[in-house]
C-alpha cells in the first residue's frame, strides 16, 4: 500500500498531518459503528486536491477511480473524535457508487496529535 498521510488545516501555516498507518495502529479496538454515509461532511468538498498544488485532471480523477473500485471496503473508515474523517474516503466514494446508506466506523474518543505539524505535504517522506 502507498504511504499515506491525512491532512487537516493548520492554524499557522499549511497543515498538520497524521501517518495513516499509525491511525490504523491506534484505531484497533476501538468499537465499530455505523454512520450515514451523507453525515460525512467531507463528500461535499474537494477533498482529495483541497490544499494541495494537485489540479483534478481527468488523469488524476482516473487514478482515483481505480483506487475506488480496488478498496478493501471489509475495514472501517476513521474519524476523529468531532467526527471529521481521517481515513476512508475511497471507502465511502464506493460506498456512494453502490447506493450504500451507511458505512461502518471507527471514532476516536479523543483524536491523537498530528505526526507533523503547520507542513505541506511536500515536505513529508513518503
Same mark, same amino acid.
Given at each position: 500500500m502507498?504511504?499515506?498521510?491525512?491532512?487537516w488545516p493548520a492554524v499557522e501555516r499549511g497543515f498538520d498531518a497524521w501517518d495513516v498507518d499509525r $491511525?490504523? &495502529?491506534?484505531?484497533? +479496538? $476501538?468499537?465499530? *459503528?455505523?454512520v450515514a &454515509?451523507?453525515? #460525512?461532511s467531507e463528500?461535499?468538498?474537494a477533498y482529495?486536491? *483541497?490544499g494541495s498544488d494537485e489540479v483534478a485532471t481527468v488523469r488524476k480523477v482516473v487514478e482515483h477511480a481505480r483506487l475506488i473500485s480496488e478498496v478493501d471496503i471489509s475495514f472501517p473508515i476513521?474519524? +476523529?473524535q468531532d467526527g471529521r474523517l481521517m481515513d476512508g474516503m475511497?471507502?465511502? /466514494?464506493?460506498? $456512494? $457508487? *453502490?447506493g450504500?446508506?451507511? #458505512?461502518? /466506523? &471507527?471514532?476516536f474518543v479523543v483524536t491523537p496529535a498530528p505526526d507533523y505539524r503547520s507542513c505541506f505535504p511536500s515536505e513529508l517522506p513518503y
Amino acid at each position: 500500500m502507498r504511504k499515506q498521510y491525512h491532512f487537516w488545516p493548520a492554524v499557522e501555516r499549511g497543515f498538520d498531518a497524521w501517518d495513516v498507518d499509525r $491511525l490504523i &495502529v491506534l484505531s484497533r +479496538g $476501538l468499537p465499530m *459503528e455505523r454512520v450515514a &454515509v451523507d453525515a #460525512i461532511s467531507e463528500i461535499d468538498t474537494a477533498y482529495w486536491f *483541497e490544499g494541495s498544488d494537485e489540479v483534478a485532471t481527468v488523469r488524476k480523477v482516473v487514478e482515483h477511480a481505480r483506487l475506488i473500485s480496488e478498496v478493501d471496503i471489509s475495514f472501517p473508515i476513521i474519524l +476523529g473524535q468531532d467526527g471529521r474523517l481521517m481515513d476512508g474516503m475511497h471507502r465511502i /466514494a464506493r460506498a $456512494l $457508487l *453502490e447506493g450504500r446508506a451507511q #458505512i461502518d /466506523a &471507527v471514532r476516536f474518543v479523543v483524536t491523537p496529535a498530528p505526526d507533523y505539524r503547520s507542513c505541506f505535504p511536500s515536505e513529508l517522506p513518503y
